[in-house]
Structures are given as structure tokens and as C-alpha cells.
């Protein structure tokens, strides 16, 4: 039996077990992560994200991340903000601001004077491919697409790749989105191969939206930062909001504000906190 250290931390209540795979040994597929990721039975996460060594030169930390469902995925907004401090805490870099590596490039977290992080995440990319989104024969790539779910009513939708893959449609209401449904729809969708998170929007004026997310292997959370990424750009797109301005986003858990204009890196900053340290058999 192995005892393997783990930190409780949030952001915005979107919940992490942390990781760090380089002070101790850990074998991630070896791990019972989905049992962990339990409320009832488990430790209770929305994601476990693991520190490593990085591969690529010029990388100081690896980002990786597993969903409550065990899966691995590509990259994780709340996460990165939980990543720095507890890089800095756990004394394994004393910069403020780290250059990670992640399944999909470079992310920069950096750890803000007032306890705040601000992430840049890159540039969102719109080819089907690399979401990917399969267009349907004749369709070109655009600022969204129509998709009808078998049982459930057609929607208009926005695709967008934050390193992962993330479908925002626009509502009036977010308190009446239809969250599950559509969010279960989409993921056995066939144009989403590897499946999808799945934002409500809904605009409250040119610089604040309200923001629920349907997340990929994990259901309906607290707050999503890729989401919250995905829907201002996406906004900022069909003009819905202000290209460049700091755009406040509010989630179920609280408020990140995000800002991105075409041709630039999408910029996200909000609140990590530390719960509690444990430790953990497998
Ligand atoms: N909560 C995250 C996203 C985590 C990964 C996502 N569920 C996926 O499968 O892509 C965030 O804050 O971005």
C-alpha cells in the first residue's frame, strides 16, 4: 500500500485534489481517481491535478489533469490559478509568475500582490480539427453552427478550443438553461468526438456575463475558468461584448473577469484558496 499526500484547494468552488508528483512518487494510472473524486465515499473533487517535471525546455512545472470521471484532459482555467499557489507553497519555485507545460502548450499563471492569479491561457483556436468539431458536409467554419440534439429542440452554438473543447450557446436566462440536458446531449454528440463542455451564456451588457457550465467528466460545477475563457470569447466574436475590456463573469461560485480580442491570448484572473492537507492509501 502506498500513503500518498494530497492538498483539498478551490476556485470559486470548483474543487481540486492537488498533487505534486515530484517531492513523492505517483503512478496517476495506478490511481483510483473516480473512487477519490466521490462526495460520499471519497475525498470529493471535481479534477485532481498533478505536478511533474516538465518535458519541454523553457517549462519550469507539467500540468496534468484528470476529470471526477478519471479521464485525462487537456487543460483546467480554476486549476491553473490553484496550481501557482500551491506551487509556491508547497516551496517547490519561489517565482511569482511559472511557465507550465500542458497536454495542449504553454499556460502563465502568476500570482498577484493581493492573493489574486492571473492566467494567461493562450489563444483559443476556432479549426474544427483542433477542437474538434466536425462540420457537416457543405458547412465552413464560422462564428457558430446550428446543432440539433435528437428529443431536445436545435441550438445555436459556438465552438471554440481553450486547449480543451468547450460549445457556448447563448440564453436569456441562465437560472432556466437547461444545463443537464443539453450538457448530456452534447456529449455523445457525434459532431464532438472527444466530447464537449458545454457553456450557458447570458449577456448582461458588453462587459458582464452570467455564466453556468456543463463540464466534460464531471458534470455541472461551481465555476468553469476555461468556460468562463470560451464564452468571452465567443461573445467578443459575434459582438456581444467589448473586444479588449475586462469582461466580468459570474458563476454560480462567484466572479473571474476575463478579457480577449481577435488575434491575442485570452486573460483570466480570480481568487485560489487552500482548504486542507490529507493523505490518502492506495
Ligand atoms: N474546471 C475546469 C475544466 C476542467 C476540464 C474539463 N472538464 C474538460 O474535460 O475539458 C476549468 O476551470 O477550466
Known amino acids: ?77 480554476n486549476g491553473a490559478r490553484c496550481f501557482v499557489k500551491f506551487i509556491i507553497e508547497q516551496g517547490l519555485s519561489d517565482k511569482r509568475e511559472i511557465v507550465v507545460e500542458t497536454a495542449k502548450g504553454i499556460i502563465k499563471p502568476r500570482m498577484n500582490d ?3 492569479v492571473t492566467v494567461n491561457m493562450g489563444a483559443p483556436t476556432f ?15 464560422g462564428a457558430s453552427s446550428h446543432i440539433v440534439v435528437n428529443g431536445l429542440d436545435s441550438a445555436e452554438m459556438s465552438m471554440v478550443g481553450m486547449g480543451n473543447p468547450h460549445a457556448v450557446m447563448w440564453v ?12 448530456e446531449a452534447l456529449q455523445r454528440h457525434p459532431r464532438f468526438p472527444e ?11 458588453k462587459t458582464h456575463i452570467k455564466l453556468r457550465v456543463y463540464e466534460r467528466g464531471a458534470g455541472e460545477t461551481q465555476a468553469c475558468g476555461t468556460g468562463a475563457c ?9 459582438n456581444l461584448l467589448e473586444a479588449g475590456a475586462d469582461v466580468r463573469v459570474d458563476l454560480p461560485g462567484g466572479e473571474l473577469t476575463v478579457s480577449w480580442q481577435e488575434g491575442g491570448e485570452v486573460m483570466m484572473s480570480g481568487p485560489a484558496v487552500r482548504v486542507f492537507d490529507g493523505e490518502v492509501a492506495y
Open 195 to 205: 466530447r464537449v463542455n458545454v457553456g450557458f451564456m447570458q449577456v448582461v451588457d
Open 1 to 77: 500500500m502506498t500513503m500518498l499526500k494530497f492538498t483539498k484547494m478551490h476556485g470559486l468552488g470548483n474543487d481540486f485534489m492537488m498533487v505534486d508528483g515530484i517531492s513523492q512518487p505517483f503512478d496517476p494510472a495506478a490511481a483510483p481517481i473516480a473512487a477519490w473524486a466521490d462526495r460520499r465515499t471519497g475525498i470529493g473533487f471535481d479534477q485532481l491535478l498533478l505536478v511533474e517535471r516538465p518535458a519541454r525546455a523553457g517549462a519550469d512545472f507539467r500540468y496534468r489533469i484528470f476529470n471526477a470521471d478519471g479521464g485525462e484532459v487537456e487543460q483546467c482555467g
Open 230 to 238: 470560451a464564452a468571452v470569447v465567443a461573445g467578443v466574436r459575434l
Open 172 to 183: 436569456g436566462d441562465v437560472d432556466d438553461a437547461p444545463v443537464e440536458g443539453w450538457g
Open 114 to 116: 493581493d492573493g489574486s
Open 127 to 141: 479549426v474544427p480539427e483542433e477542437i474538434p468539431f466536425v462540420l457537416r458536409g457543405g458547412e465552413t467554419a
